[in-house]
């Protein structure tokens, strides 16, 4: 199952800077882990399902570049970021 609106929603309001803000790398990476979380339950249950894995390793991917941004540009956030969402670094 995929991400709902709802949660999209409520996520946006968790880790926006202001009201309008939907592309910062902190609501990236909140909403990527949301979907990674998701996907990796679906895989547990779906063992062969290998083409849906090159989108779980995708994601992973673009979390993983986004937190090296956030880490070179703004440290504190960084770590808050990772402990909020329970990533391992």
């Not at 902190?26 to 090159?54: C, P, W």
Request: aromatic share 4%; hydrophobic share 35%; proline share 2%.
């Amino acid at each position: 199952m995929a991400v709902t609106k709802q949660q999209t929603a409520d996520i946006l309001k968790k880790f926006q800077r202001t009201d309008l803000d939907t592309g910062s790398p902190e609501v990236q990476v909140a909403l990527l882990t949301a979907r990674i979380n998701e996907m990796s339950a679906h895989f547990t249950a779906h063992k062969k399902d290998k083409h849906g894995v090159r989108g779980l390793v995708t994601a992973v991917n673009r979390r993983r570049k986004l937190l090296d941004y956030l880490i070179a540009s703004d440290k504190p956030k960084y770590e808050s970021l990772i402990k909020e969402l329970d990533i391992r670094k």
